[in-house]
């Protein structure tokens, strides 16, 4: 008896997406080495958090495709960007490879929805909130390490950056969580 729940279109997708997920948990070990190795000890470590994260968005893609029937795909995966020129460029890149993983939900959320695939599209929905607060979260970082000066950031600045990042939330406040009590 075929027990299989999802098209194979669907499978290949999401299959593509969980080896996107565990690139981008490498991508994010790469920065966190490239900021150990610079001497930005608490950007490493929130950098090095971000790759377990990611990787265990990869996990839940697995596990979805194999619930609902189907077998993930573990493709090869090219190596890491390369090393960032500064603190700077890290969050760019940061913050760029969020806006393409975004987009990259986005096209699974409209292949469910083209397929009527309701689970799928349910699930990805998670994934959508997600990327709000991946987002979210990157811009922020971005905007920290301009307010510290960008490019030009001093070393005095940049010490004091490495120690708020270390100690950052590794969750984005949302939007619509905001009240009048709670902005």
């Given at each position: ?9 669907l499978e290949k997708a999401l299959s593509d997406q969980m080896n996107v997920e565990d690139l ?153 969580e905001a009240t009048a009590e709670n902005p």
């Open positions: 008896m075929n027990t299989k729940r999802i098209s194979e279109r981008q948990s490498r991508t994010y070990y790469s920065y966190g080495i490239w900021a150990d190795d610079e001497g930005y000890g608490g950007i490493a470590n929130f950098l090095y958090k971000h790759a377990q994260e990611e990787r265990n968005h990869a996990v839940k893609f697995m596990k979805y495709i194999l619930n609902r029937g189907g077998k993930p795909s573990i493709d090869a995966l090219p190596a890491p960007d390369t090393d960032p020129q500064n603190l700077m460029n890290c969050f760019e890149k940061v913050f760029q490879r969020e806006v393409e993983n975004t987009e990259s939900i986005y096209r699974l959320v409209e292949l469910a929805f083209e397929e009527k695939d309701w689970a799928t599209w349910n699930f990805l929905q998670w994934f959508v909130k997600e990327q709000i607060e991946e987002e979210t979260l990157a811009a922020e970082l971005l905007d920290k390490v301009k307010i510290a000066g960008g490019s030009n950031a001093s070393a005095d600045s940049l010490v004091l950056l490495d120690l708020e990042i270390g100690q950052h939330p590794q969750d984005a406040p949302l939007a619509r």
